[in-house]
């Protein structure tokens, strides 16, 4: 499997599609794909924080595209936990919830790609991208290992980022 961090990064990405594409179904087992989106979403963002974008933002990348990045992380994070909170799976209040994650994941989704994957592609050599890969995938899999994205713990993250999106 490749340690190149563009690519590790896409793969999380078209598996959040997937997963989102799961939730929409009445038929799945919605709580389960729940519960994997989490596990993701913040073992994803948190091992770009700590392992990427600060590397992207020294070498590649404007301060304020990071910056911009983890806003966006912290609406995705409070989004989430709404998102959580829905007891009712088969609501329109989890419908609602739903939608208004997927609005920020996307958004987020996009333009991560357009700005901080593009400046790593044209900007870093082959081995800097295996590199980062590498530690990304250390800290996202460690994170998942804590059973990161139980809800007390994205309440948790969101206590902790409120200031960034006031
Ligand atoms: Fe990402
Ligand atoms: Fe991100």
């Avoid at 997937?18 to 919605?30: I, Q, W, Y």
């Avoid at 989890?94 to 400046?119: F, G, I, P, R, S």
């Amino acid at each position: 499997m490749s340690d190149d961090v563009v690519e590790l990064i896409l793969n999380d990405h078209r598996r959040f599609e997937e997963l989102m594409r799961g939730l929409r179904d009445k038929t799945s087992d919605r709580a389960k794909l729940r519960d994997d989106l989490s596990q993701l979403l913040v073992a994803h963002g948190e091992a770009e924080e700590r392992e990427v974008y600060p590397q992207l933002a020294k070498k590649a990348s404007e301060d304020d595209e990071v910056e911009h990045g983890e806003e966006e992380h912290a609406e995705i994070n409070k989004a989430l936990l709404e998102f959580l909170e829905v007891e009712d799976l088969d609501s329109d209040d989890y419908d609602e919830k739903l939608e208004e994650l997927a609005e920020v994941l996307n958004h987020h989704v996009n333009e991560e790609e357009q700005t901080l994957l593009n400046d790593a592609r044209e900007e870093l050599p082959q081995s800097e991208r295996d590199k980062l890969g590498a530690a990304f995938l250390v800290a996202r899999d460690t994170l998942l290992k804590t059973n990161c994205g139980r809800v007390e713990n994205v309440r948790l993250v969101v206590e902790k980022t409120k200031d960034r999106i006031d």
